[in-house]
């Protein structure tokens, strides 16, 4: 039997410069940010989607709960090195699925 695989799923905040989501161009209150959501790949940085907190559910969450599903992975969402921590709305709850 295969060991369950552990995703970990990597995301860092945009320039604050920006005033609307690149995604689904929501108009950002003072303060808040689009996000990045990446992955490493031979030890470097590849930007999967751009979202703001408008678009995450259905720009990241939507397909992560997709995958894991059929996978049998737990998923876990962590903030690139030099990024600080996650918002509060950028999270989602452990998911882990028996693999089909």
């Not at 860092?12 to 108009?27: A, E, F, I, V, Y």
């Not at 996000?35 to 590849?46: D, I, L, M, S, V």
């Not at 990241?60 to 090195?81: K, Q, Y």
Request: glycine share 8%; aromatic share 8%; with cysteine.
């Amino acid at each position: 039997m295969a060991q369950p695989r552990e995703h970990r799923e990597w995301f860092q905040p945009l320039s604050t410069n920006r005033k609307s989501c690149p995604t689904c161009k929501t108009k950002f209150p003072p303060g808040e940010t689009a996000h990045a959501w990446g992955e490493y790949a031979h030890a470097k940085w590849h930007t999967v989607k751009h979202f703001c907190r408008a678009c995450f559910d259905a720009e990241v969450r939507r397909p992560l709960l997709a995958h894991a599903g059929p996978c049998g992975c737990t998923i876990t969402l962590c903030a690139r090195s030099g990024h600080g921590p996650l918002p509060d709305w950028l999270t989602l709850e452990e998911v882990s699925c028996p693999a089909g």
